[in-house]
């Protein structure tokens, strides 16, 4: 059994100052498996599997390939031991085409034979399954088809152990089959794989075995075969968790937002959300599914008032029943005027918080204009943000330490804090467990749950169809822009969801 | 398979905060250093010793105690300037406009302290502070306006405007000159010393100092504790966060510029009333851009910038001693400044990295 193991790797330990991404960590990877790197966001999957592939450089530890001992200082020396990592943030050439990326920074002769290379690229595609047009241009792609670019340049330059860092996370239900379906392909044809990823149904229909990783250190590995959704999250939680979210069902539902065709444009004046329209009730979760970038932030934004490019007319209704347009006014406008619109960004650091400040300062972000006078006020912030590491346990050495040096979940846990102290009226949430550990993302679901019952209303953008089922009350389905469906999530299944985020109808009428 | 089985000689280990004593000690071992690394070097090309031309430097800077008043009012001269781009730099605005905003404030001064000889003094002491900062505002106000409304790029239109305003003055000299035909102002209003700056001292160096002290305790009370300051903070970090929180980011931008004209233009008039009493195209002679050092050496903090600047204008006048007593030419204390200065950026990397040396002893482990 001793050359069937094709990578080891024991007592990996990597530091990052005194953050401890890996400590003691062993693993070993046999030929022709699927393997699961399991673990929670900020367990130190990624950081792992990034020493395998050359980015970084371990603090102690060995690392075997077939058997041998081998140091691998850089991405070029993994990748003569064969081995090959896609990561979440593909690594293309937007203007070169899918064959002219693939053969990218490899060596040849003089001249470039191009119909040679495809005639080579092909072939790999047909043995394994993969449909990709091989002159398509990289910007002209899907998600899904990039992904497909990434894995068939690894698979040219000989990889044969394949590291896929949260592939699926970009992709609807059906690309995602389509890729198992290759990955299975090629097993099949011994080449060992490791996907590092945080979904259980995925690792249970995919992969041979799986290895978890809880806060850096490695909890064990266990055949799939002999796991359940259950044995798994204990491991990678390291206690029992109840999985159920709760919904209650709504009460006086009223009608608060009226989007009325709402089209916003980008930069360059190209229609990014087109003729959107619905509406939003008071004590609903409504959800806004789509792929990534369909829509869903500049939705959100022009919501927001900070949209500047955008047409139609949004209407609000406030308490006393009276019909407001917020159309054209900016974040301070809407507040001038009373309306309490809290608003939790996709981009936290970037958007929702300033990374170089501490707590209070961020609290501030919302309240400093309040009070006369020249100076900012800062003991009601200070309260408020010793109340918020009080009540949803934020891990931080004191209220005054930077936020950008918190994990991603204590982070979201300030801003979704700092956003409904303002007790709102419509609750925005982009992507609200992204990067979030199982006890506080269900933690998050409570929170938005809580304000759901006080009557706000509120919309909740998701990427786990599963998660968007159990908790919204409707899902709107958003697909290049449009809005292909609203859904009741009592009775909707995964699979119309995922049918509505790919109706691609507009897109065949504008080619 | 041609797998690499050398382990890299070191590699770089960030550190997770380093204590305030050991950064200390970090930049105290780069100045030691400096200071060896530029014996060598001196002892190498001219043979002389080196603890002399360092006994020469320290005594020009500040060997007698008008050199030591003059050196204290040069570094709060270049200090003033380095507030003056300080905001800027806080709201990521790179304003390199510093010499020219600086040179048009001394330029109102002058124009005041000319035209104005016949007001009664306490309104000349009153307007030609007024002037200057006037026209500090204006010249820092037009890049900030075009800035936030088209977006153009600051530093080039900061940089060019600095070559308008020696244009602007080298006209004016044209007007102001005196004698006739010198092509220079010369000393304004030598007799009676009208619109000068006051002098609490003999040396006429304390009121600038106490002004500029004045201002370091205010820009950081303004930064750190009032509404506006926090505005500032925000856009500097994210412009995107800025307009979520609602903050309106155009009239931060000018309102941030005018603030740091309006600090020019002090500088400007404290360089015209109260230290050259005249006006040239070279008045500044270089300091808008020091003061950049200045700025963010000292990381933007207003109390930590007076000790670069005060370090920076002691080598400067320490080398003009050197210059002249071991017959070297300026450039030898520039190199000594540049070997420091080198010393000095580069200790940052060993405060925030450490490096990791390759274990020489590794145990033997078989697969």
Request: with cysteine; charged share 20%.
């Amino acid at each position: 059994m001793e050359s069937n193991i094709m990578i080891e790797m024991r007592g990996i330990t990597k530091h990052f100052g005194s953050v401890v991404a890996n400590e003691n960590v062993d693993l070993t990877v046999r030929r022709g498996e699927i393997l699961s790197v399991l673990g929670e966001n900020g367990s130190g999957k990624t950081s792992l599997m990034n020493m395998l592939a050359g980015i970084y450089f371990p603090d102690a530890g060995h690392i075997f390939v077939e058997g041998r001992e081998v140091i691998i200082r850089s991405p070029k020396d993994a990748f003569d031991l064969g081995i090959g990592m896609i990561h979440q943030h593909f690594k293309l050439v937007d203007v070169l085409t899918a064959a002219e990326n693939i053969i990218l920074g490899l060596p040849g002769a003089m001249k470039l034979d191009m119909n040679q290379v495809k005639k080579d690229v092909q072939q790999l595609l047909d043995k394994y399954g993969f449909e990709l047009n091989l002159d398509a241009k990289i910007y002209e792609m899907s998600v899904s088809q990039k992904q497909t670019v990434e894995i068939v340049k690894m698979l040219y330059r000989g990889a044969h152990i394949l590291i896929l860092d949260e592939p699926t996370a970009v992709l609807t239900p059906q690309e995602t089959d389509k890729l198992f379906q290759v990955l299975r392909n090629m097993r099949a044809h011994g080449h060992s794989i490791i996907i590092i990823t945080h979904k259980l149904n995925e690792v249970l229909s995919l992969s041979d075995r799986v290895s978890v990783l809880r806060k850096g250190a490695y909890v064990g590995t266990v055949n799939t075969c002999d796991a359940t959704e259950m044995s798994l999250t204990e491991m990678m939680v390291g206690e029992k968790v109840v999985l159920d979210i709760e919904r209650p069902d709504p009460v006086n539902p009223v009608m608060k937002l009226h989007v009325d065709d709402v089209t916003v444009y980008n930069r360059e004046g190209r229609e990014v959300l087109s003729h959107a329209n619905f509406e939003a009730y008071t004590g609903e979760i409504l959800g806004i599914a789509g792929i990534a970038g369909s829509g869903q932030k500049e939705l959100l934004e022009s919501i927001a008032g900070l949209q500047p490019h955008m047409t139609g007319k949004i209407h609000y209704r406030n308490r006393k029943g009276h019909i407001k347009e917020l159309t054209e006014m900016s974040a301070q406008e809407i507040r001038e005027i009373g309306i309490r619109l809290a608003f939790v960004p996709e981009d936290r650091l970037g958007m929702g918080l300033v990374a170089s400040m501490g707590m209070t300062d961020n609290m501030m972000l919302r309240s400093y204009r309040k009070g006369h006078g020249l100076f900012a006020r800062r003991k009601e912030p200070h309260d408020l943000a010793e109340h918020i590491k009080e009540e949803l346990g934020v891990v931080t050495p004191s209220v005054d330490w930077p936020v950008g040096r918190m994990s991603g979940g204590n982070v979201q846990k300030v801003l979704v804090g700092r956003e409904i102290a303002s007790s709102p009226q419509v609750l925005m949430v982009a992507y609200p467990v992204r990067g979030l550990d199982i006890n506080s993302s269900y933690q998050i679901y409570a929170l938005l749950n809580e304000q759901k019952k006080k009557g706000s209303c509120v919309i909740c953008v998701g990427e786990d169809l599963d998660v968007l089922l159990a908790l919204c009350d409707r899902i709107l389905v958003l697909a290049d822009g449009r809005v292909s469906g609203v859904v009741d999530a009592r009775t909707a299944t995964k699979e119309e969801v995922g049918l509505l985020m790919t109706s691609e109808d507009k897109k065949e009428v504008q080619a | 398979m041609s797998a690499a089985v050398k382990e890299p000689l070191f590699h770089v280990v960030k550190r997770d905060g380093t204590s305030f004593g050991r950064s200390l000690l970090i930049r105290l071992a780069a100045i030691v250093l400096a200071l060896i690394v530029c014996a060598v070097i001196i002892v190498l090309l001219t043979g002389m010793n080196p603890l002399s031309v360092y006994a020469a430097l320290w005594n020009g800077a500040v060997g007698t105690s008008r050199r030591m008043w003059i050196t204290f009012r040069d570094a709060a001269i270049l200090l003033c300037i380095g507030f003056a781009v300080m905001p800027a730099f806080r709201m990521r605005f790179w304003n390199t406009g510093a010499e020219g905003q600086v040179l048009m404030g001394a330029a109102a001064t002058a124009a005041m302290m000319i035209y104005g000889k016949a007001l009664p003094s306490w309104l000349l002491y009153a307007l030609c502070p007024l002037a200057g900062i006037a026209a500090g505002i204006i010249w820092g106000v037009i890049p900030a306006f075009f800035k936030a409304y088209w977006n153009t790029n600051e530093t080039l239109f900061t940089l060019m405007l600095n070559y308008i305003a020696t244009q602007l003055v080298a006209f004016c000299i044209i007007f102001w000159e005196n004698p006739p035909g010198s092509n220079s102002v010369g000393l304004i209003n030598s007799k009676g010393k009208i619109g000068w700056l006051p002098n609490l001292d003999r040396y006429g160096c304390v009121l600038p100092i106490l002004i500029v002290l004045a201002l370091a305790v205010l820009l950081y009370a303004y930064m750190r504790y009032t509404k506006q300051g926090y505005e500032v903070s925000v856009v500097g970090e994210s412009e995107n966060t800025a307009h979520y929180a609602g903050i309106n980011v155009k009239r931060v931008i000018i309102r941030t510029m005018a603030l740091c004209g309006a600090v020019a233009g002090i500088a400007g008039y404290l360089l015209a009333s109260g230290v050259s009493h005249t006006i040239s195209t070279g008045l500044v002679g270089g300091r808008g851009f020091t003061a950049i050092i200045v700025a963010w050496l000292g990381k933007l903090n207003p109390f930590s910038m007076m000790i670069v600047a005060l370090g920076l204008v002691f080598m400067q006048k320490g080398s003009v001693e050197i210059a002249g007593q071991f017959n070297l030419n300026e450039n030898a204390s520039e190199i000594i400044t540049g070997i420091l200065l080198f010393f000095i950026l580069g200790c940052e990397f060993f405060i925030n990295y450490r490096l990791e040396f390759r274990k020489h002893e590794k145990e033997a482990v078989k697969a």
